[in-house]
């Protein structure tokens, strides 16, 4: 019996979770810290809505090196369910990387199981020194980060696009090697210390036999109570929650981590052992409602200023669902609350909003923000002198390493509220829009 790709992405993120827990124990303490405050809401809650397991893992986050790495990576997570959507340029918060994330698009495929992986890959033209950076790309060309089964499975899923549950399990425990990680260095100390030199982020993507991923992310009810038992558990909290403040209709994506380890690493001439490396973290996330253009413009613009003068601030961006949607400043799905007992006068979506006869609810965001990751990686990466040139966005070139264009985020959210109004429309009998 062939397995769904919803069945296969959730299995891969369970193994991938367990394989991480090994890796990284303080990530045990927090999903376990998660599940607690998670629970003791939902015995909290009234008409307890929440449901079950709700910490499963949203998200995680990979950083990869060559362009094939990434259209690899595309055709192996295609395999789950999960396509591009979404640039995101790091280099305006001077990251030598720029990023899409592979997700589930459809909202049935998010319900069964919301896994997706913040996707980022190296801009070796960032690197100042050219010798380094024919150096960076030199090592680079020599790794393979895919197993060859993999790839062989990939081309056979490419063939005929459905596994069993044997090719399931075998699919999954090859991909696993990409994101395993590797203690000991594929290059000097010398080397690592040259690109670290550079950029902390240079030597995490260059050095290492693999993308290993660097963090994952349960979802949590209270991100606030979250921060404050991290540090009573002893995982070292990143000082302030990343994205919108706490609201009553929350927006867009709240973030907070523990900061990366310090771990042991060995370097490949042997020369040297019991070097330190700082890489991977635990991260949770609090989602909020997805924003039309209007509001994400409203949006960016109190976290800029926010950075700067602090003319703009949040209370400025409504905070009550009503309000939001008539000033189209977020995505709803609409339903139809009554029937009908008699002909419509009013048939405009407002009215039927006012009059009862149509309910709405926020749709959720489901992606990332740019300023906020800049923040979670620099919060990892630490502090120290970096040589980088200075860059722009460049998305024909990630596109064009990814072999395909990403997807817009925005355009999946606008269809899905448009599929709820058409859906509404067709109930009560009307004309559409
Ligand atoms: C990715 C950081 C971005 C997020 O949640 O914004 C991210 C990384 O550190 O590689 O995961
Ligand atoms: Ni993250």
Known sequence: MAVSQDDIRAKFASALSEMYRREVPQYGTLLELVAEINQHRNEDSLNGSIPPRIEVERHGAIRLGKPEELATIRRLFQILGMYP?????LSVAGLPVHATCFRPLSKESLAKNPFRVFTSLLRPEMIEDENLRAQAEEILSKRQIFSPRCIQLIKEWEQCPTFSQAQVD???KESLETFRWHRTTTVSKETYQALQNAHPLIADVVC?????INHLTPRVVDIEVAQIEMLKRGLHAKESIEGPPLMNCPILLRQTSFLALEEKVDFSDGAEIDGKHKARFGEIEQRGMALKPKGRVLYDKIIQSKASSDLVDFASFPDDYATIRKEKLGYFTYSVAKTLSGPLLKRDLDSLVEDGIVSFEPI???DFLPVSAAGIFQSNLGTGSVHIVKAHSDEALFEDALGTSVLDGFELYRSMEESS?????DTLGLSPL
Do not use: A, K, M, N
Not at 208 to 212: L, Q, S, W
Not at 421 to 425: A, P, T
């Open 85 to 89: 959507v979404g640039y995101y340029d």
């Open 170 to 172: 075998e699919f999954i």
């Open 208 to 212: 290492f036999r693999g993308p290993h």
């Open 364 to 366: 959720t965001y489901e």
């Open 421 to 425: 109004l058409i859906q509404v429309y």
